[in-house]
């Protein structure tokens, strides 16, 4: 990852000229170039913690170097951009430690409980909601796990389709190595070519092809945990009535109960077809209605998304044509995969009820150019902040009564904190029988306290969030960020459950202090 801006370095870029068009139109141009060479603050560590370090999981991969220590400094949020670029790198690690298995992590973790180091998970980088700043105060120095070397394929059930995979593969090489297996995981986020299959499962990710594949956390069926007070094994059975879920507790505790050192999915044959294809609706509520149709029905297709007519005119769905003119009313995808006839009769069915409500299809080319493209966006929001405008998203979840409260609620307390001018787009990509996600992206003018703008806007759009009921994050995860909108949505005596996990998992507290709870 680019140390200051998202993803590969070699695909970084400026605007295109459309989108560069609209972007002076609407907010004009205020160039904003990031620091460069920013000093990393020293590492802090004793010489005789370092080497205990070094024994445990060997001396090469105990890392001191600027460079290595820039790139664990923090995630990929908008304030954690913006910090990077105006050259603060005081939440930087003291160093950075790469265990190879398990057991090298069980050897970290007891260090750091004897020594009180901070340890903070480290899978690809992709935090958007602050869940790898931790609190240094109280430590001794802070250490980033990076589980870059936990890369394994390390079994396949071909009979009861399950693969377990160690937790630093990025979702590409887990996928490859499948694929040689002749299957497929199917998880496919935005953040995909860069996050690992163990920040997946510490984050509760969802990815674009969440409608056929499903959510993450319903993919794993088995967990491997290393804590400071022992090891977790979790997942005998494909279902069970042996008390609550303990997988459960650790999908989505961002590193702050344990380390995932394996993680054992259900995984598909690989599809023998992919096809994408493109619908027009007049508005969002009507393409909403049909989503909840097809939830409802039984009919999902692998891909369903919807986009409101201000994504659609600003043409987000298509990051290589945004700023372009865009079309009316909004754009749904609808992407079907597996074989060949059982998605001809999928595609006829779903066609049949779109149609039915009111749909227009577009054919396939939007579908293709949305593929195409759909790990493009966040490329653009560096190119967006090196004019001084402020991009960012956010998201959340509710039941589908709620969904046009939520939406106006969400998008007034935008509007009303950021001011004019100021862009607001949203689509739905998540789909259940009873609700669906609300994914918002927002574009206002920076400035010199674009950090500040953007802290008071997520603040009041959250309060909103959680004033209508809905969740503060449907896959996000809570990080730092969120920790204060906790509470409302799970209760203090939920809180405390938590807290009471916390403290008998790591009593010590050297996990991702901070985080979470």
């Not at 190879?100 to 899978?123: I, K, N, S, T, W």
């Not at 994408?276 to 508005?283: D, L, M, Q, R, T």
């Amino acid at each position: 990852m680019h140390p200051s801006r998202w993803g590969d370095p070699a695909r970084a870029a400026s605007l295109p000229e459309s989108a560069r068009g609209l972007v002076e139109a609407v907010f004009g141009i205020d160039e904003r170039p990031a620091a460069t060479d920013v000093a990393v603050p020293p590492p802090a560590l004793d010489e005789a913690v370092l080497d205990a370090l070094r024994a445990a999981v060997g001396a090469e991969h105990v890392l001191l170097d600027d460079a290595t220590r820039r790139l664990r400094t923090r995630g990929k949020s908008t304030p954690d951009l913006l910090r990077q670029r105006a050259g603060d790198l005081s939440d930087a690690p003291d160093a950075v430690v790469r265990p190879a298995d398990h057991d090298q992590v069980a050897a970290v973790l007891a260090l750091a409980v004897e020594h009180r180091l901070a340890v903070v998970p480290f899978g690809g980088g992709t935090s958007v909601t602050g869940g790898l700043v931790a609190r240094r105060e109280g430590y001794a120095g802070l250490v980033s796990l990076d589980l870059v070397r936990m890369k394994r394929l390390l079994a396949v059930d071909h009979t009861s389709m399950t693969a377990t995979l160690e937790p630093g593969l990025r979702g590409p090489e887990a996928e490859a190595l499948l694929a040689a297996e002749g299957l497929v995981l199917g998880h496919y986020p935005q953040s995909f070519e860069h996050a690992t299959i163990g920040g997946f499962a510490a984050t509760r990710s969802s990815g674009q092809s969440s409608a056929g594949y499903g959510r993450f956390d319903a993919l794993v069926v088995g967990l491997r945990v290393a804590t400071p007070r022992g090891e977790l094994r979790l997942g005998s059975a494909p279902a069970s009535a042996a008390g609550p879920d303990l997988r459960q507790l650790l999908l989505g505790s961002e590193g702050a109960f344990g380390v995932i050192t394996e993680v054992t999915v259900r995984v598909r044959r690989l599809p023998a077809e992919k096809v994408y294809e493109g619908w027009a609706w007049p508005s969002f509520e009507a393409g909403a209605a049909a989503m909840r149709t097809l939830a409802q029905a039984g009919l999902l297709p692998t891909v369903l998304r919807l986009s409101d007519e201000h994504e659609t005119a600003i043409n987000l769905a298509r990051p290589d044509a945004i700023g372009a003119a865009g079309a009316s009313g909004c754009l749904m995808v609808v992407g079907h995969e597996g074989e060949p006839e059982p998605v001809a009769a999928r595609r006829t069915a779903v066609a049949s009820v779109l149609a039915g409500l009111g749909g227009t299809p577009l054919g396939e080319e939007p579908g293709r150019a949305w593929a195409h493209g759909r790990f493009d966006a966040p490329y653009l929001r560096d190119a967006m902040l090196d004019v001084g405008v402020l991009v960012e998203t956010l998201e959340t979840a509710t039941f589908w009564s709620r969904v046009p409260q939520l939406y106006d609620a969400v998008r007034t307390a935008l509007v009303g904190a950021l001011g004019e001018p100021v862009l607001v787009l949203c689509h739905i990509s998540h789909v259940y029988e009873t609700g669906c996600s609300l994914y918002f992206t927002v574009a206002a003018s920076g400035g010199d306290d674009a950090l500040g703008r953007w802290q008071r806007a997520k603040a009041a759009a959250s309060d909103a969030i959680a004033a209508t009921g809905a969740t503060i994050t449907h896959h996000h995860a809570v990080g730092t960020d969120h920790k204060p909108w906790l509470p409302a949505e799970v209760g203090e005596l939920g809180v405390a459950v938590l807290r009471a996990v916390k403290a008998e998992l790591d009593p010590t507290g050297v996990l991702n202090p901070g985080v979470l709870v």
